[in-house]
């Protein structure tokens, strides 16, 4: 164990850890990563249906506690999080997915905004919660498809309703920063990142995810974007930026942390969408088939070109992205074989993958 991990697991032994969207695929990885560094952790999420990272690791073995419940339930909300007393709340409930943000926006709206509102509504109300971070995403900058690099200053926007939802949780937390969190020295800060991969995720129309069923099924897979350029990360690098931003907004004089923070991969990993498929096949004896479908008429309109700037992450925190485009899906590959041929061991598995990331430093 390296002397980094080892002090990484001096601060979060028995640290309590409430987090929102534990069942979700970035939050099951979350779970083993605080699992790996000591912490207990109390989730609170929908439930998940049966083919999930979190069922298929059992990963409530793992929990202090596992509460199903909906963000949007405030007064259950709430309830939980005053009883919990936690010493870091991270909100990652969310409905995630750009396509069924056009499919129901009322819905998407809902969850991701005045589910945000919800949390910090609870943290206001409470008053010792004092460390928040809420988790957003790469997508809530006004993109004009250029390809430059955003950084955490650059203007907010969104046209698709996810988009847009996450940059109104954006501005409500920083409606709540300026107007209630200063006097009760509570930091509140938000995390934007990448396109995150990894192995576990099953959700539909996201492209490692549709690789690995078309692998499986032996089916040609269909990309309807595929010179669309995106910040591809494993799952690990971001999570590791949280636990590291967490680390800066505790600190023990209480010099307020608030704003946004950008996560992004190696600036090598901003390749297009037919490019990790591409990447990805190599890895197999049994090449997917890949096929370009692009309608003419297009009613889910997604961003051509988006890069992040971590300059911010990297200065303040000493965060660097250690894994290149090639590593990551080569990381994803050996989860996805590891996980058709030895589900018994796989959580095991997947916490080697996260102390090998740790023994870097």
Known sequence: MSSHFASLKKFWKNKKIFLTGHTGFKGSWLIIFFHVLGAKVYGYSLKQKKLSLFNILKLNRILKKSIIGDIRNQSKLKKYLSNCKPDFLIHMAAQPLV????????????????????????????????????????????????????????????????????????????????????????SCVTARAGNVIGGGDFAKDRVIPDFFRSLKEKKIMHLRYPNAIRPWQHVIEPLYGYILLLMKINNKNKNLVNGGWNFGPKKSNNINVYKVVSILNRNFENKVKIKVRIKKKNFYKESNVLKLSSFKSKKSLGWMPKYNINKSLRLISEWEIFYIKNKKDLLDFTKRQITNYLNQF
Do not use: M, Q, W
């Not at 069924?100 to 945000?116: C, E, I, K, M, R």
């Not at 509102?117 to 943290?123: D, F, M, S």
């Not at 993109?143 to 926007?157: A, V, Y």
């Open 99 to 186: 396509r069924d943000s056009y499919d129901d926006p009322a819905h998407t709206f809902n969850v991701n905004a005045n589910g945000t509102l919800n949390i910090l509504e609870a943290v206001k109300e409470i008053k010792t919660i004092k460390n928040v971070l809420i988790i957003t995403t790469d997508k809530v900058y006004k993109n004009r498809n250029k390809k430059n690099f955003f950084s955490e200053n650059d203007e907010l926007g969104g046209e698709d309703p996810y988009s847009s939802s996450k940059a109104c949780a954006e501005l409500i937390c920083h409606s709540y920063s300026k107007s209630f969190f200063l006097k009760d020295k509570i």
